[in-house]
């Protein structure tokens, strides 16, 4: 059965490697070895997928500037499965990455309905103060929330002069009771994405964005929606003897702008280059030994920019698997049972773990024999995803567990004095964090 992704419900993902085939998102275990010091959520396999990745590995190789953006939709408590998207955003950071985050209150109030006030209420106090704790550093972080950020809703306003209704509905399944705000929205979210590559922001740059695997169709429709907005559109290819070829093509550019895209790339790629331009069919065909993507793409944004139009590089996207709810099935914010609050009470928050659903046999007797299954534990999965940063730590709960070694009550014990000590210090970080909004340009 085809999965359907909808970025507004708690869509629960059956079979995650019909991704690869049915969307076009590419395995991320193909590019993990190319990244320097990955995250714990890349080597354990939490995000599992990704969209044109090679161009941040490049970034995080050669220490070039790059964005990490995200946006959270304030519509209730932040939550562990928020957390994991915190961490992301923070790790990206503290490797070279400019943050960008935006509240999305244009979204919630389109989508749920929530008043401006309680949007910016929840933005601050939920996900903005627990991210701030979590360690974001405000000399390299713009926060924002959509509604307040002009740049967003002018490109917006542009975004969507390059989307229909037809192209909206194949995406999100739209229907004629959908309404006009909540259509809006996705183009306000592809402004998300792309308004940091205005001039008056970063400029052309890579930017990735982590999500689950939900928000995909957002990603789609930016990354299509970027091309259709720039004036060349350039192909890189290497054929099956090694050759690399490029094109850059225009849709409605000056006749002279190839001549100048050649002399550009005449004058500035290292390697031998070979160009054929075509005025009759608008476009420029070349050859070239090593592919020097980079100076061909710089060459052409350059000329795009001159001429007053965008040279957007389509966002990429690494893509997380959620965790399970602690009593089983999906966690939702909407049943307080199912996840743990970044501001809950700690000592209630640990009560929960001792109540939560684990991979453990029905008696004592039987997991002493059988060993339990940690890969059906809700308990474990908080060892996975947040509690344990050691990977020799966690390889050793599942073996004990396993083995049968461990027991659901001294293990659930374990966890639940992790998440109290957890929650015990970030919520001391969040009281400073309020203190420090405006260092981060927020007025609350
Ligand atoms: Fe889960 Fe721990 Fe029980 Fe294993 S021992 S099933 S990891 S709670």
Known sequence: MTQKLDPWKSSEISDYAKLFEEFGISPFADVLSHIPNPHKFMRRGVIFGHRNFESIVHALNAKKPFVVLDGFMPTGRAHFGHKMVMDQIIWYQQNGAMAVVGIADREAHAVRGLSWAECKRIGVEEYLISLIALGLDPNRSRLYFQSECLPVMNLAFELGTKVNLSELSAIYGFSGETHLSHMVS??????????????????????????????DP??????????????????????????????????????????????????????????????????????????DEEILRTAVQEIELELGGYAFIPPSSTYHRFMSGLTGGKMSSSI????????????????????????GRATVEEQKELGGEPNKCSVYELFYFHLVDDDNELLQIQKECESGELLCGTCKKNAAEKI?????????????????????????
């Open 186 to 215: 996705t183009v306000t979210q592809g402004a998300d994405i792309l308004h940091s590559q205005l001039l008056e922001f970063e400029g052309p740059i890579p930017v990735v964005v982590p999500v689950g695997a939900d928000q």
């Open 218 to 291: 957002h990603i789609r429709l930016t990354r299509d929606i970027a091309s259709k907005m720039n004036l060349f559109l350039i192909e890189v290819r290497k054929d099956k003897d090694g050759k690399n070829y490029f094109s850059v093509r225009g849709k409605g550019a000056p006749e002279d702008s190839f001549l100048r895209i050649e002399t550009q790339l005449k004058a500035r790629m290292k390697t031998k280059f070979t160009a054929k331009v075509s005025k009759e069919h608008m476009d420029i065909f070349g050859i070239f030994e090593e592919a």
């Open 336 to 359: 307080p049972e199912s996840n743990i609050g970044l501001s809950e009470d700690p000592k209630s928050a640990a009560k929960k773990v001792m109540r939560s659903k684990t991979g």
């Open 420 to 444: 109290e000590a957890f929650l015990t210090d970030h919520q001391e970080k969040r009281r400073i964090a309020r203190e420090r909004l405006c260092e981060f340009g927020i007025q609350y």
